[in-house]
T-cell receptor, first 114, second 113 residues
Framework: DAGITQSPRHKVTETGTPVTLRCHQT?????MYWYRQDPGHGLRLIHY???????DKGEVSDGYSVSRSKTEDFLLTLESATSSQTSVYFC?????????????FGSGTRLTVV | DQQVKQNSPSLSVQEGRISILNCDYT??????FLWYKKYPAEGPTFLIS?????DKNEDGRFTVFLNKSAKHLSLHIVPSQPGDSAVYFC????????????FGGGTRLMVKP
């Protein structure tokens, strides 16, 4: 009954290859977000979406792109993976403003770029 | 420049005692603050929040205190339990930045039996 599913859970890829991470939600939440978690940096926002086909950049968007063609799916693409993109990636959703509803997070994708 | 800082990377407390996790922020436009808890190999889960118009919010064993003049908030867990051992993230929302949250670096809490 997981409301948010991230796939894959783990991935090892080579430098220079494109990688797509998928986030699928069954919550029918309007807002979706991609964060990366790195030691000492906490969670940093990469991109977010406030509706189908409506996306915008976050704090660390360089080297990443996103797409949202359906309410339930939010894809994160690393156009040409680099070692600095080795991280744990979290997808999150919220019904409305996170201050009221909070975010619901997926379980994360651990990406290693070698 | 980190707008939300958790200066203690780790904290160890004895079961039954109080755990106090601290968070400092710099952005005066933050109007809502949240705490998330994260276990290994799981996503963060929402714990408790507080509006900037309040100075305290309580939910069971968890209480968040906000000191706006000092730009400081803290999470108190009383009594601490071994199951509380996790990484805790402080987060803040700016009222002029849509629905995005800015997170601190996290504090790892270890509660010893």
């Amino acid at each position: 009954d997981a409301g948010i599913t991230q796939s894959p859970r783990h991935k090892v890829t080579e430098t220079g290859t494109p990688v797509t991470l998928r986030c699928h939600q069954t919550e029918n939440h309007r807002y979706m977000y991609w964060y990366r978690q790195d030691p000492g940096h906490g969670l940093r926002l990469i991109h977010y979406s406030y509706g189908v086909k409506d996306t915008d950049k976050g704090e660390v968007s360089d080297g990443y792109s996103v797409s949202r063609s359906k309410t339930e799916d939010f894809l994160l693409t690393l156009e040409s993976a680099t070692s600095s993109q080795t991280s744990v990636y979290f997808c999150a959703t919220s019904l409305g403003g996170p201050a009221i509803y909070g975010y619901t997070f997926g379980s994360g994708t651990r990406l290693t770029v070698v | 420049d980190q707008q939300v800082k958790q200066n203690s990377p780790s904290l160890s407390v004895q079961e039954g005692r109080i755990s106090i996790l601290n968070c400092d922020y710099t952005n005066s436009m933050f109007d809502y603050f949240l705490w998330y808890k994260k276990y290994p190999a799981e996503g963060p889960t929402f714990l408790i929040s507080i509006s900037s118009i309040k100075d305290k919010n309580e939910d069971g064993r968890f209480t968040v205190f906000l000191n706006k003049s000092a730009k400081h908030l803290s999470l108190h867990i009383v009594p601490s339990q071994p199951g509380d051992s996790a990484v805790y993230f402080c987060a803040a929302r700016s009222n002029n930045a849509g629905n995005m949250l800015t997170f601190g670096g996290g504090t790892r809490l270890m509660v010893k039996p």
